[in-house]
């Protein structure tokens, strides 16, 4: 008897826990992972073509500040650049000076982390770049938000690549480069740097988070009947 009891017991202690565990598994999305960071960015007011004119105008600039030659034909490119910003009324000068400040910001808003999410259990979905393997399972990746991420294109702020290590029996057979997949783990705010190789050579990717999976699972988009049904908020 004392022992069915027991065994009654648990079962009720795993069913009333796993339900617990559920409702504090927080779904996240990349956004979620970007700090709120507000600053005055006055070059994101610019067009592209005031973007170009006004690097015309610095590239000439630095040139003359570190003792280089400068073409005529490369001098007039930066006064006519120079003549259509003050035409249109684009402060030079100003947005010069602010140069520093504003690519300090950026610097900060890109590899800074959202504190509160260090130590929470989360899912969240991306594409595996394989960093480790068991054989042929992968044991340990980076999360990237798109295709191509540190590989074809530049790679994404620190705060946007998560490096997974998962539990030896949850490890899943390599489908290759960039699988779309769901992670459920346990999130930490632990900046690093992984080298990662290519086939042309080797590139150090700095990281914001890293998490300890429990569960990789291929990602299944929400039918929209179900993201209909998703509070709102």
């Given amino acids: 008897m004392k022992r069915h009891a027991l065994r009654a017991v648990s079962l009720l202690m795993v069913f009333f826990m796993v339900p617990a565990f559920a409702s504090t598994l927080k779904e996240l999305n990349w956004d979620d992972l970007k700090p709120v960071i507000e600053f005055d960015d006055p070059f994101k007011k610019l067009t592209q073509d005031q973007l170009y004119y006004l690097g015309t105008v610095a590239r000439v600039r630095q040139m003359k500040e570190n003792g280089k030659q400068v073409s005529e034909p490369m001098q007039k490119e930066a006064d006519e650049a120079e003549q259509i910003l003050v035409k249109e009324k684009v ?23 959202v504190p ?92 914001g988070y890293s998490m300890q999976a ?10 929209e009947t179900e993201r209909n049904q998703q509070p709102k908020g």
């Avoid at 402060?91 to 900060?108: H, N, Y």
């Avoid at 429990?214 to 039918?223: A, D, F, R, T």
Wanted: proline share 7%; hydrophobic share 40%.
């Fill in 91 to 113: 402060d030079i000068e100003g947005l010069f000076a602010k140069r520093a400040e504003v690519r300090e910001m950026r610097r900060k808003k890109a590899e800074s982390v």
């Fill in 214 to 223: 429990s569960m990789v699972e291929p990602y299944k988009e929400k039918k």
């Fill in 116 to 207: 509160e999410l260090n130590g929470k259990s989360v899912v969240m979905p991306g594409f595996v770049l394989p960093l480790e393997y068991a054989g042929t399972k992968v044991t340990e990746f980076l999360l990237v938000p798109w295709v191509g991420a540190c590989i074809h294109t530049p790679p994404p702020p620190a705060n946007q690549i998560v490096h997974v290590v998962v539990d030896e029996n949850q490890a899943r057979e390599s489908k290759g480069l960039f699988e779309p997949v769901s992670v459920t783990g346990t999130m930490f705010t632990k900046r690093m740097s992984k080298s990662l190789y290519l086939v042309d050579g080797s590139s150090d990717i700095n990281i």
